[in-house]
């Protein structure tokens, strides 16, 4: 059974960082890539990040390239993004993903930029 935790979230001021993790099991975690996506009020769920099986390959989103990292730990089976110089608009749901035979996704963990 594939799960996926988030963790994190939390309200925050603009220019400040936040950490999000997420815990997978019921799976090979190693032999997939894991993405985060966010789904801001009103909006539609968009993809932000994705880090390929090995962590040898990161791809991300324009609207937060050089703010955000992605990370994972093979060993811990998790899955971070650091977000640093966060803005009112990178306030959403945050959501992990991975995409096996179907496409999972965790519940999802809130984050909040605002003075």
């Known amino acids: 059974q594939v799960q996926l935790l988030e963790s994190g979230g939390g309200l925050v001021q603009p220019g400040e960082s936040l950490r999000l993790s997420c815990a997978a099991s019921?799976?090979?975690?190693?032999?997939?890539?894991m993405s985060w996506y966010r789904q801001a009020p009103g909006k539609e769920r968009e993809w932000v990040a994705t880090?390929?099986?090995?962590?040898?390959?990161?791809n991300y989103a324009d609207s937060v390239k050089g703010r955000f990292a992605i990370s994972r730990d093979n060993v811990g089976n998790t899955v971070s993004l650091q977000m640093n110089s966060l803005k009112p608009e990178d306030t959403g749901v945050y959501y992990c993903?991975?995409?096996?035979?179907?496409?999972?996704w965790g519940q999802g963990t809130q984050v909040t930029v605002s003075a």
């Open positions: 880090i390929s099986n090995l962590g040898y390959s990161t």
């Open positions: 019921g799976f090979n975690f190693c032999l997939f890539a």
């Open positions: 993903s991975v995409r096996l035979a179907n496409d999972y």
